[in-house]
């Protein structure tokens, strides 16, 4: 099941894929030069001036959109970044790839980076921290920046899932060094694949986008201000860049439809017993993809999930670090999952097995999300409305999900 950017796709879609085609079928040379001309710039202008940052570069997915960014901030070997416990794999991932070393800290009942906790983890050897606006909210982003003030990291923020969410009247992505979204199939604007990076940094813009093509300075120009780097094949397609276009026109208009849903969802659910709404940094500015109950009792939360078909946040198997046998097997000192890294880089061995963060176990355990915009199993929120529900069908499932709750009520 998709985010709400999919049922969104209309005529301004397939309008601009049939220009790309169009423009594709009289002469291949159009798209030699990564001018005004061609979808990819254009997109990257319209994101740029939506968001509100000097620089916006289109990359085929959220996680190229994260390796770009990493070298962009010069991240590699003998570097830190502290990572929340909750997140995708490709935040991790992301990072290992890069040759640095991720530490995982708490997630507060936000259930994104516990402020406190990164603190805590907070070495001589960390480079930056990667807050994940996890279920389309935001971080607590005035403590995060504080701390990397104070202590000269970066921030990156991955803001693959909160697209067009902001922070006391900022869109995230432009709160630290840079930022990263995803433009896949469960966003909130999508173009089926492909993602893009924010930043205000002319040298971190030079070095993800050399990195990100063949080694080329912006726009395709042989030398430039920067480092020069050897770079991949990591853009945004031309017929990706189409949809997202017209997909960037709509977010104001799918951010209102999701957040009306929402709304009416929490409204009608009301007030229940043992259970709260996760904390919200910034409730007017996020997304409102989610709605997150937060129990007193994981059993209490296992059950209600189990009678809606969904599953407590902590079942993910891919966004909770205790799920992630490869994650564990790497901290152990197993480096094929981690295939081009040096081996005995880093401090070794680290703990990255479930238990690591009881915090997180605790809170993720006792959280069932359910959808309101984005539709995702893997995320544990397959239950729930959509852009594209009635005020009937709202209705039901806010009655549905109240009888699950007190129906398995057990303390
Ligand atoms: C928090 C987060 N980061 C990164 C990504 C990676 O994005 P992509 O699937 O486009 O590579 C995702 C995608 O699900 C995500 O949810």
Redesign the pocket.
């Known amino acids: 099941m998709p985010g709400p950017g999919y049922r969104f796709v209309g005529q301004e879609e397939r309008d601009n894929v049939l220009e790309v085609l169009d423009r594709w079928q009289a002469g291949r040379e159009a798209f030699d030069d990564p001018g005004e001309g061609v979808m990819v710039r254009r997109f990257e202008r319209a994101a740029a001036t939506r968001f509100g940052a000097a620089h916006c570069l289109g990359v085929n ?4 959109a ?1 390796v770009a960014a990493l070298v962009g901030l010069g991240i590699g070997p003998g570097d830190e970044v502290i990572v929340p416990g909750y ?2 794999v ?2 991790i991932a992301s990072v290992l790839h890069c040759g640095a070393d991720v530490v995982l800290a708490e997630i507060d009942e936000s259930l994104t980076l516990d402020p406190a906790d990164v603190r805590a983890k907070i070495t001589p050897r960390t480079k930056a921290i990667m807050p ?1 606006h ?1 279920l389309g909210a935001p971080a607590d982003m005035t403590a995060l920046r504080a701390l990397a003030a104070e202590h000269g990291l970066h921030i990156l923020e ?1 803001c ?2 909160s697209a067009g969410a902001s922070y006391r009247g900022r869109p995230l992505g432009t709160l630290g060094a840079a930022g990263t979204f ?3 199939h ?1 966003k909130v604007i999508t173009a089926l ?3 893009f990076v924010l930043t205000d940094d002319p040298l971190v813009f030079q070095r993800a986008y050399s990195f990100h093509d063949q080694g080329w300075f912006p726009y395709r120009r042989d030398h430039g201000e920067g480092d020069p780097l050897l770079g991949m094949n990591l853009g945004l397609g031309e017929l990706h860049a189409a949809v997202a276009l017209a997909q960037l026109g709509k977010l104001d208009r799918i951010l209102e439809r999701v957040r009306a849903v929402k709304r009416r969802l929490v409204e009608r659910i009301g007030d229940l017993p043992d259970v709260r709404r996760r904390t919200l940094h910034d409730a007017a500015g996020e997304c409102g993809t989610f709605a997150v109950y937060v129990f007193e009792h994981a059993k209490h939360a296992q059950d209600v999930a189990g009678r809606i078909g969904a599953k407590p946040l902590s079942d993910s198997p891919t966004h909770h670090y205790g799920s992630l046998p490869a994650l564990a097997a790497f901290g152990r000192g197993d480096r094929s999952v981690v295939p081009f890294r040096a081996p005995g880089a880093g401090r070794w061995p680290r703990d990255y097995e479930r238990g690591a963060l009881p915090r997180t176990d605790d809170i993720l355990a006792r959280s069932v999300a359910l959808a309101t915009g984005v539709s995702d199993g893997y995320l544990g929120a397959g239950f729930g409305v959509h852009a594209g529900s009635s005020e009937a069908e709202i209705d039901e499932v806010a009655r549905e999900f109240r009888r699950a709750v007190t129906g398995t009520r057990t303390v």
């Not at 997915?61 to 190229?64: E, V």
Request: hydrophobic letters at 45%; zero cysteines.
């Open positions: 997915s959220g996680t190229s994260l997140m995708f490709a935040s994940v996890m991955d693959a899932q995803s433009l896949n469960f694949q492909g993602g």
